[in-house]
């Protein structure tokens, strides 16, 4: 079955343009989260959306960072007026959510590495 | 207290050895433990998970073995192959899953 989805997989632009990266959740799958990972760093934690509202944004590190999910599906998370210290690699994860509010296994995308020149 | 503490950092074994993982944590609300593994160029992908009323949950030569008490896990990979060199993360998971810094582990030839 398909699985989390990302694009695009490279991203490279020069500072100060906007970008925006997209995931595709696998079907059903309510929570889904963004994280960055820079390299050879551990995953960092940016925002979390339940169904199409975001109850958890605190990881977004600054307020050029935003995202925004519609149809409780498709997540696009925007990096405007990008910075060099903003290249890493952008990972999208989904997941159900069980009974009681409690997640469940997060299933990774590939992820899209974003280089800012 | 939400931080996931992941040790070593890196982590080199022969072919043939026991690859040890060790993560330990603070809030006694987590209540899944997942590890995940990523390979170069990849996103993470689920490994082996234990919940806190097992002590010890082993799938093939991966092993998890968890201490409520002192609130620590670890992976445990047994007869560690070359294609087992990855990055390996811990989590420990409430409403959200907060992870570990990650380990990677190079297995020589």
């Known amino acids: 079955g398909a699985g989390v989805s990302q694009s695009p997989s490279n991203k490279v632009t020069e500072k100060g343009k906007d970008v925006e990266l997209r995931c595709d959740p696998i079907?059903?799958?309510?929570?889904l989260y963004w994280y960055r990972q820079s390299l050879g760093q551990g995953l960092e934690f940016l925002i979390y959306?339940?169904?199409?509202?975001?109850?958890?944004k605190s990881g977004l590190p600054s307020d050029r960072f935003s995202a925004e999910r519609t149809g409780g599906s498709v997540s696009t998370l925007t990096i405007q007026r990008t910075q060099q210290e903003d290249s890493a690699v952008y990972l999208c994860?989904?997941?159900?959510?069980?009974?009681?509010?409690?997640?469940?296994?997060?299933?990774f995308g590939p992820g899209t590495r974003l280089t800012v020149l | 207290q939400q931080q996931v503490k992941q040790s070593p950092q890196s982590l080199i074994v022969q072919k043939g050895g026991i690859s040890i993982i060790n993560c330990a944590y603070e809030?006694?609300?987590?209540?899944?433990f997942p590890w995940y593994q990523q390979f170069p160029g990849k996103g993470p992908a689920l490994l082996i998970a234990?919940?806190?009323?097992?002590s010890e949950k082993k799938e093939g030569r991966f092993t998890i073995s968890f201490n409520k008490s002192a609130k620590q896990f670890s992976l445990h990979i047994m007869d560690s192959q070359p294609g087992d060199s990855a990055t390996y993360f811990c989590?420990?998971?409430?409403?959200?899953?907060?992870f570990g810094t990650g380990t990677r582990l190079k297995v020589l030839a």
């Open positions: 994860a989904s997941s159900l959510v069980s009974s009681g509010g409690r997640t469940d296994t997060q299933y």
């Open positions: 079907s059903g799958h309510t929570a």
């Open positions: 959306f339940q169904g199409n509202s975001a109850p958890d």
């Open positions: 809030n006694t609300a987590f209540d899944y």
């Open positions: 234990i919940r806190p009323d097992v």
């Open positions: 989590a420990a998971v409430s409403y959200k899953y907060i």
